[in-house]
């Protein structure tokens, strides 16, 4: 599975857009880029998926550059209740598969009053 | 729905201690896994079951077993138990159908395990 880094760490001010960023240079033709954050010590939560499109959901948008060796994570206004560890991972989707997901160290996003 | 439940949610263990970990879902999703994770890091999977009956080993198998008897349910088991396996446990489902790509996983609240 192809490796992602993200800066460890963000702040975003209360209300503005949130822009977390995710580098996947070694990102192949049949991988997708998922978004999963953890409140506090919660289990994971799914936010968002995508493969070369860009993709909006209620909770989030996906930006995905033409190359796909990179993404965003958007979130268009951000609350407190956003601050959690948001995860960037690239994995095959095959029929024939686990469909396992490799977590990294994500980052931390703060959401500041 | 309660969606994903895990037994215990904290458990505090002496080494060589065996305990099972038990994981249940009542969204009738085929897949289900189980992971751990240490401070500050990422999860990682240890094992997990593509349906009933079937179960493969994840990226961190080593002293734990699992077992899938019933659809909904998957069994961690710490046969002797090492203060290495000091970890918080995730176990997630996800349902065999779906949109293309979607992946979505349901995570359970998790168990707090220590090894002393």
């Known amino acids: 599975d192809a490796k992602t880094t993200q800066p460890p760490s963000m702040d975003c001010a209360e209300g503005r857009a949130a822009n977390l960023p995710c580098n996947h240079s070694t990102i192949s033709g049949n991988e997708y880029v998922y978004w999963y954050r953890q409140i506090h010590s919660q289990g994971p939560q799914y936010i968002i998926h995508g493969l070369k499109n860009n993709e909006t959901n209620e909770m989030a948008s996906l930006i995905i550059t033409e190359d796909r060796k990179s993404s965003t994570l958007i979130l268009p206004h951000a609350t407190l209740r956003d601050t959690a560890v948001y995860y960037c991972?690239?994995?095959?989707?095959?029929?024939?598969?686990?469909?396992?997901?490799?977590f990294g160290k994500g980052t931390k996003l703060s959401v500041i009053p | 729905n309660a969606g994903v439940t895990q037994t215990p949610k904290f458990r505090v263990l002496k080494t060589g201690q065996s305990m099972t970990l038990l994981c249940a879902q009542d969204m009738n999703h085929e897949y289900m896994y189980w992971y751990r994770q240490d401070p500050g890091m990422g999860l990682r999977l240890i094992h997990y079951s593509v349906g009933e009956g079937t179960t493969a080993k994840g990226e961190v198998p080593d002293g734990y077993n699992v077992s899938r008897l019933k659809k909904q349910n998957f069994l961690l088991g710490l046969e002797s138990a090492a203060p290495s396996q000091t970890s918080v446990y995730f176990c997630?489902?996800?349902?065999?159908?779906?949109?293309?790509?979607?992946?979505?996983?349901?995570f359970g609240p998790g168990t707090r395990l220590t090894v002393l």
């Open positions: 997630a489902s996800r349902s065999s159908t779906g949109t293309s790509g979607y992946n979505e996983q349901f």
């Open positions: 991972i690239v994995s095959p989707y095959s029929g024939a598969g686990s469909y396992q997901l490799t």
